[in-house]
């Protein structure tokens, strides 16, 4: 068994009982993205110096009984749209490619204060834009569970690194799924919390209504435990909620007895695989012989979702990408005539291809004559999806279907059709535009791979949500599957 298989608690009575050192729990994950990153491609850069010394500094605390934080000694990976001081911020673009952070994202600040170790920073699509990790200005991650598949994105760096072993957990970002969508395809656990909970503050922006910091872990307890470091309210956030965080750990009782579960129909309907749908029913089933209650539904403006979503989005990119100009940071152009040359050149070599397609409809979008016709009509249609929700949630505790309509698909099967790679998100957008919480857990499994369970919550409702998800984890045994990796010795 893998020691990152062991879970938090676990490791932590192995540390407090001197039978493992920080030290070797970080040198157990250098060793491990050595003998998986030559296939995974999981990580953009590794920080094997700063992560050795902070081990060694956690040593010795441990060997004086000093005080140990929540996630103490634990090997992390972090997203790279999210800035950690003296460290490369790139958003997986060529346009950042020599950004180096000035200071600490407050998601990187409480890691810090929980005493995790950040060992390096995961792959993504460009500026969080796509579904697959073949947006990566860099190179695309690659799937533990078959390499030939995609791990989904936007934070499929994150996800495969926790998927093939390499850190015990990661933090990824979801705008539209883009935390459960990887998860469900790597076969992990990932939460995207409630809109505000989690603090953006130097979170590189994609679209600020909608960007969402999350956990991506191997099993729900894990899940909670970080969600209980990084929660809170953060002064340096207009958009961060005032509220009380409740015991996320000690919510996990495991009793889900009367929980009342609403189906959607829209969620096991056309286009959804009939075998990831086989898989959703028989968890529904799980939870009935454990007392659990549930009916279907319906969320009627659903299938608008994908419209509203990437009109809203790409409107709030757009706006977002305007400061990446050549001029206060990232790359420019050094060949310009002029200025207006310099900002054309440097946004056309800077951005890639999915980047530029949502900056030019963000833009068409606003323009004149247009912004009541396409961006108040998805502003006004997000109203109604979240009122589909709030009105379900006045008689059901939560909401269950799959994550994804199918388990993940081959590179570069749909990278060249934009459209049908956005319509995978279409179970997972709506909870965006809601601001609501979700989390994905692994169900089951198709040729192969991975199925995702989706399991919603109300506003602030992400207890429930874990209980629910933990009560079904410990009931089954999907989450102790593993992919199986060749090992094969490496430098990143």
Not at 157 to 173: P, W
Not at 196 to 205: D, E, H, K, M, N
Not at 212 to 217: F, H, V
């Amino acid at each position: 068994m893998s020691l990152f298989d062991l879970r938090l608690q676990d490791l932590h009575s192995k540390l407090v009982n001197k039978e493992l050192s920080v030290s070797e729990l970080v040198e157990y994950s250098y060793k491990r993205i050595a003998e998986a990153e030559p296939q995974v491609k999981a990580f953009l850069n590794l920080y094997e110096d700063s992560a050795r010394s902070q081990a060694d500094a956690l040593d010795k605390q441990l060997a004086g009984n000093g005080e140990r934080g929540l996630l103490f000694g634990l090997p992390a990976g972090l997203k790279d749209n999210m800035t950690a001081e003296g460290t490369l911020t790139t958003c997986a673009s060529q346009f950042l490619a020599n950004y180096q952070s000035i200071y600490d994202a407050t998601a990187v600040t409480k890691l810090k204060s929980a005493q995790a170790v950040i060992v390096g920073k995961t792959n993504m699509d460009e500026f969080a834009m796509g579904g697959s990790n073949e947006n990566s200005g860099f190179h695309p991650t690659y799937n533990p569970w078959n390499t030939e598949y995609v791990p989904g994105g936007s934070s499929g760096g994150s996800a495969a690194s926790v998927a093939a072993g390499e850190v015990y957990f990661a933090l990824g970002s979801d705008t539209g799924g883009s935390i459960r969508q990887p998860a469900a395809y790597c076969g992990i656990v990932g939460l995207k919390p409630t809109y505000g909970l989690v603090s953006r503050y130097g979170l590189v922006a994609f679209a600020s209504s909608l960007d969402q910091i999350g956990p991506l872990t191997k099993n729900v307890e894990d899940a909670a435990y970080v969600l209980q470091a990084i929660a809170g309210h953060d002064p340096l956030d207009s958009t961060s909620l005032s509220a009380d965080i409740p015991d996320y750990v000690g919510s996990l009782t495991g009793d889900v007895k009367g929980l009342r579960i609403a189906v959607p129909k829209e969620y096991l309907g056309a286009g959804v695989d009939p075998a990831v749908k086989e898989a959703v029913l028989a968890a529904l089933k799980v939870y009935e012989s454990l007392g659990a209650v549930w009916e279907e539904v319906s969320l009627p403006h659903t299938e608008y979702a994908v419209a509203t979503y990437y009109l809203l989005a790409s409107c709030e990119a757009s706006s977002n990408l305007a400061r990446y100009d050549g001029v206060r940071y990232g790359v420019r152009a050094d060949d310009a005539d002029n200025l207006l040359d310099m900002y054309r050149k440097s946004r056309s070599r800077g951005f890639g291809a999915e980047v530029k397609r949502r900056i030019m409809l963000g833009t068409y979008a606003l323009s004149s004559g247009y912004y009541d016709a396409f961006y108040l009509k998805a502003q006004k249609v997000r109203t109604l999806i979240r009122q589909d929700f709030e009105k379900v949630f006045e008689q059901y505790d939560v909401i269950i279907g799959p994550t994804t309509p199918t388990t993940a698909f081959r590179i570069g099967a749909q990278v060249d059709d934009p459209l049908t790679m956005y319509l995978n998100d279409i179970l997972t957008i709506p909870v965006n535009l809601a601001g609501i919480p979700a989390i994905s857990l692994p169900c089951g499994s198709v040729d192969g791979m991975p199925v995702g369970l989706q399991i919603i919550g109300k506003a602030l409702g992400e207890a429930t949500v874990l209980r629910a998800a933990h009560a079904f984890e410990q009931n089954t045994l999907f989450h102790r599957e593993r992919p199986q990796l060749k090992a094969k010795e490496a430098s990143v």
